[in-house]
């Protein structure tokens, strides 16, 4: 369901999660919520709150519609699931310099579980079908590595009034190594063609991974002859 990008398997997932639980996975992962970054003008993104529900939510909700997330929300979910199900803190500066040496800026690091360990470790086995032959995102894979991560597609909202235009959002999200994750990365295209996040995001993803990765001298997943 998640490597081939089933809407109807999603929306089937979703409904029998029920909408108590959708609802309160969203916001432990955050969603509707900033994530407290230190750079200015970061926002919240939007979800309903479940007395806003209404009978068709949870099917929509599921699939991505009717909703909006920002793009560091969801690359910190992604953070979320690599770490083991910890919840991310992001953060741009490290450390000041002062006349005593560099200060720890102590911004950031790992929060509370949204997650048990296990059901992360089953979700990242089940992302990283998604880069292997057959899967949606296949074109995001990096030689040597293993990669997890997902593919996405989303209708834009229409900017003056409710529902949906044309235009389409391509995304991949993902990290590696699959075995000891060191980098989440996201790629967000705006109204590439084709749409579809599989066959524009991924590339690139794979193009921005594979460089950060040697990089930051990681080691490869699989020897390399």
């Known amino acids: 369901m998640i490597s081939k990008s089933s809407n109807v398997g999603t929306i089937k997932v979703g409904l029998q999660l ?17 994530t407290g970054v230190d750079f200015p003008g970061e926002v919240s993104g939007i979800v309903p709150s479940l ?4 009978g068709t939510t949870a099917a929509t909700i599921s699939i991505g519609q009717g909703i909006s997330l920002t793009p560091l929300q969801l690359a910190c979910v992604a953070g979320t699931v690599a770490n083991g199900g910890r919840r991310i803190y992001p953060h741009f500066l490290k450390a000041t310099a002062t006349e005593k040496g560099m200060t720890d800026a102590e911004f950031g690091g790992l929060g509370e579980e949204v997650l048990p ?6 979700l990242t086995n089940i992302l990283e079908q998604v880069v292997t032959s057959g899967g949606t995102g296949q074109k995001a894979a990096v030689k040597y590595y293993r990669v997890a991560g997902k593919t996405g597609t989303a209708r834009k909202p229409l900017a003056k009034s409710k529902g949906y235009g044309g235009g389409y959002m391509a995304t991949f999200v993902g990290f590696a190594p699959v075995e000891k994750p060191k ?6 295209l705006d109204e590439p063609s084709p749409i579809w996040g599989g066959e524009t995001s991924a590339p690139l993803f794979s ?3 594979e460089f950060a990765l040697h990089k930051m001298n990681i080691p490869p997943s699989v020897p390399v002859e």
Request: hydrophobic letters at 40%; aromatic letters at 8%; charged letters at 30%.
């Open 18 to 34: 029920g909408e108590d639980r959708l609802a309160k996975y969203l916001d432990k992962f955050g969603l509707g919520h900033k």
């Open 51 to 54: 007395g806003e529900w209404s």
């Open 117 to 122: 360990e296990g059901a992360s470790a089953e």
């Open 183 to 188: 980098i989440v990365c996201l790629v967000v």
């Open 207 to 209: 193009k921005i991974m």
